[in-house]
């Protein structure tokens, strides 16, 4: 991108540029302190970021994301959250099917499907005090490596019975031989007792 972003005065487009570049979400916030010196800098912005995808540079994620990438999972980094559940399996190698980006988040925003790139991401919702068990884990990004947000597998576990989420008993299998018991317990203790025992029992604990 840029220097070759016609759009403007060259020290906004190199800027802007340089913000695609560097970062894999960039806000419209992010944008508008760049041209924040412009009259009408809300209107400027938009105007920016309208020819920036018209001229297919960018695209936007969701209202007030975008990126300059084409890949439906950095839509974690637009809800503050982590990927998990069935999506968390793949990932892990727990099970083989193939799964759309599941997203986790305390934030206050519809849940549901919807679309990203033409394909499906789904929003999960749930307490702030059952944010925590993600880590950043290395993801491949077109022709770069990136660390992206998934649940480990014991938090996996515990947000699959959460969520009330299906378990066949290869998967279950899969978990009691990869699950780290001790973080397992750890986490445990912030649930209410339905929610231990259910865990303890699918997991032969």
């Known amino acids: 991108m840029g220097g070759d972003l016609k759009m403007g005065k060259k020290k906004y ?19 508008e302190m760049i041209v924040k010196d412009k009259k009408n800098v809300k209107q400027y912005t938009k ?8 001229q ?11 990126t300059s990438h084409e890949d439906p999972s950095l839509a974690v980094f637009c809800f503050s959250g982590y990927l998990g559940v069935q999506n968390a399996l793949s990932f892990h190698n ?5 799964t759309v980006p599941m997203i986790i988040t305390s934030r206050k ?5 919807r679309e990203v790139f033409g394909a499906n991401v789904i929003i999960k919702k749930i307490d702030k005090k059952y944010m925590f068990g993600y880590e950043y884990y ?18 996996t576990f515990i947000d699959m019975v959460y969520f009330k989420q299906p378990l066949d ?10 699950i ?20 303890l029992r699918l997991g032969n604990l």
């Open 13 to 31: 487009s190199d800027k802007i540029g340089d913000l695609f570049e560097k970062s894999l979400v960039v806000t419209f916030d992010s944008i």
């Open 47 to 54: 105007q920016i970021i309208r020819n920036l995808i018209k």
């Open 56 to 66: 297919n540079k960018i695209k936007r994620i969701t209202k007030g994301f975008y």
């Open 94 to 98: 727990l099970w083989e099917q193939e």
């Open 109 to 113: 925003v519809r849940q549901g499907r």
């Open 138 to 155: 290395k993801y491949p990004l077109e022709n770069r490596e990136i660390y992206i947000p998934y649940s480990d597998i014991e938090k």
């Open 169 to 178: 008993e290869e998967t279950l299998e899969n978990f009691r031989e990869k």
């Open 180 to 199: 780290n018991r001790k973080k397992l317990s750890n986490y445990l203790k912030r649930y209410p007792l339905k929610i231990r025992e259910r865990v």
